[in-house]
Structures are given as structure tokens and as C-alpha cells.
């Protein structure tokens, strides 16, 4: 095992921000916490991938990227 806490979906609500990692957990967190998130269309916040091994998020169209282990 790596030790990297791995994401492999993203999802939103009106509230929050989820994660769901390799092994089923989900993180969720405020969506008011990434004003960058925030201020973004439906459109461009279900246009990411994952990088850096699945370890972090990009959303290249606002140029955004998110460490997963930051959400914790």
C-alpha cells in the first residue's frame, strides 16, 4: 500500500463537495471553503480528473487543482 489517499469520483451538491476515495470512504466538505468551486458552472465543476496518481483534482478551465488529503 502507498499511503496515498486516492480519489476515483467527484460529486456536488448544493452544499458540498464529496470525494469518493479507492476504498468506498467519501470526504465531504463545504463548497464554500473553494471559492474558486464556488464560483464555477455545473458545466466546469463535472469537467475534472484526477492527478498526481489519483492523489489530487484538476479542474483545468477555471485552472484549480485540489489535493485530496487537504480535505481531511
Known amino acids: 500500500m502507498s499511503g496515498l489517499i486516492r480519489g476515483k469520483e467527484v460529486r456536488f451538491d448544493d452544499e458540498y463537495l464529496h470525494v469518493k ?7 465531504s466538505t463545504p463548497i464554500e ?7 464555477a458552472t455545473i458545466s ?6 484526477f492527478i ?21
Open 52 to 72: 498526481c496518481l489519483n492523489s489530487g483534482i484538476e479542474w483545468e478551465e477555471i485552472d484549480y487543482h485540489l489535493n485530496i488529503e487537504s480535505m481531511l
Open 21 to 27: 476515495l479507492e476504498d468506498d470512504r467519501i470526504i
Open 33 to 39: 471553503w473553494y471559492i474558486p468551486l464556488q464560483k
Open 44 to 49: 466546469q465543476l463535472k469537467n475534472y480528473k
